[in-house]
């Protein structure tokens, strides 16, 4: 149990990097979908997104999932303690799938097959945030 704290010190570490990630990576297809016709400013984006996706996004979701479990395995009664746990987890689950969608919209953007806008990934950035106030409200006030 004394790992637990640190453990739980690593999971907010890394869902912070994670939501870093997610909060930017649209913006920057926002950037790529606005400026294709600029080949050399696409270009860079495109080494951005990877990068971010790759290199940040990806090893932070791991963490935070894998730090995730590691606290349940520890203290499984939190499972049984209400059902916020469970809406959490659901929440994350969307998470998750979010995540991997990003992925998926930038290797269409990379590719040119993209037929999404702006002002499309404008209102996708919205998402996470939406998610994010739920994992809040699950994790911190346990309503039920």
């Known amino acids: 149990m004394e790992y637990y ?22 913006r920057l297809f926002v950037y790529h979908a606005e400026n294709k016709d600029n080949k050399g400013f696409v270009d860079v984006v495109k080494i951005q997104e990877q990068k971010l996706y790759n290199y940040i996004g990806q090893p932070a979701m791991v963490a935070t999932v894998v730090t995730g479990i590691i606290m349940l395995a520890m203290v ?7 059902g916020w746990m469970h809406a959490k987890i659901t929440v994350v689950v969307f998470l998750l799938l979010y995540h991997f ?3 998926v919209m930038m290797k ?15 209102f996708y950035n919205e998402v996470p945030t939406i998610l994010l106030i739920f994992i809040v409200i699950f994790a911190v006030a346990k309503p039920f």
């Open 108 to 122: 269409k953007l990379a590719n040119q097959t993209c037929k999404r806008g702006g002002k499309f990934f404008r």
């Open 101 to 103: 969608s990003l992925g």
């Open 76 to 82: 499984p009664s939190i499972l049984t303690s209400g």
């Open 5 to 26: 704290i640190w453990v739980k010190v690593l999971h907010v570490l890394s869902f912070v990097s994670w939501m870093a990630a997610l909060f930017y990576l649209p």
